[in-house]
């Protein structure tokens, strides 16, 4: 079994997530040197997932990770809902744009469903029962019970040929 098909499957049992989910509650109300035990463990396991979910994060309730937390990623200052289902490859992300229409960390309602490879990011507000499609790019308000999809692909031919050589960076 491949190192990386051993890591899947501790993730994505549900006894490991509920101990996990221990460890970071211990981590976020332990006082004393122990914290700091709690606190190596929690971010020991993220980095093994290849997921960043610092403790800041606030969470209503454990989110269901269908396919454990495989690189999912929420910034500080995140607030999930209860109920809320959360597959791999997912970002939650801050925009922090002095331009920006909506800077900030989202806030997500409950029972939030959100596909692989969904990426929210900004300082905007996601409703209860929303379902967002995988690979969604969501930067705007959503109101409560909605989908988000994708829309179709588009096409763009050009006159000449493209150069997609690749060039590595020293």
Known sequence: MSVYAKIRSIFTRSEDMQRLWRIREKAQTTRGPLKYLYRLRWYKHCRRSGAYIPLSTEFASRPAFPHGMQGI??????????GCTIFHQVTIGSNTLKDSKHPGAPTLGDNVYIDAGAKIIGGITIGSGVRIGANCVVMTDIPDNATVVLPAPRIITHDAPKDNTFRAWR
Do not use: E, V
């Open 73 to 82: 990623f929420t910034s500080a200052g995140a607030k999930i809902g209860a």
